[in-house]
């Protein structure tokens, strides 16, 4: 499946001023969900490629 | 040919080029991203068109500000971006494009693009896996989401995580290598 980007059209991005206390906390306990979240992933296909075929 | 990548995207470079295009001859000149100057700044004023202080974003020392230029034309801001190192993302501050790069008699398009391709690529350089966070109008939500890949976090807050990263640096710098 082929995604392709819209083309960005905006003259400024920001200028609302810097992340509050409350946001970058949020942003880091998602940011480290996430991650947590990959390497679960990473594990359990780990773990799966790791079984070996058992032929009755 | 496609090739396949070891991350699993998917998509299709559609065209070798990392720079900005001039809107009128649909040339393509390439760019330098760079720390910028006192120097550089002065002619940074909301005389001469600029909407932000940006001498005032240079004074935040935890900030670092680029200019993206052509490159052998170092002089000739064509973009701004400020961005904060944090402890596991980036987040971008502002981005401008030059007075001269705005609205729909832009010379230049693909500014505001390039400098955050960049702000990403700093993100995978510090260890943050091209995690990369900004504030956006309300009204503009939906633009960064189909323009950058972002993720609306919530309230005002965007975030462009990693395979969304990986894109964007793939578009603009194409000649960088990543798995």
Known sequence: ?56 | MKKNRQIGLDFEIDQLTNSIVNVVSGDSFPTDITIVTVEDLKSVTKKNGWQFLWKTEFKYPERDVYKLTIVNNPTVIQGLLSLEIKADHVYMHLVESAPFNIGKNKIYAGVPGNLVAFACKLSFQRGHEGNLSFLSKSQLVQHYIDSLGAFHFGGRVMIIETNAALKLINKYFPLCKLN
């Open chain 1, 1 to 56: 499946m082929q995604t392709k980007l819209k083309e960005l059209d905006v003259d400024f991005i920001g200028g609302q001023g810097p992340l509050t206390n409350e946001e970058e906390k949020a942003i880091s306990e998602f940011l480290k969900s996430r991650k947590v979240e990959r390497m679960k992933k990473h594990l359990r296909f780990t773990r799966t490629n790791s079984r070996k075929k058992v032929t009755a």
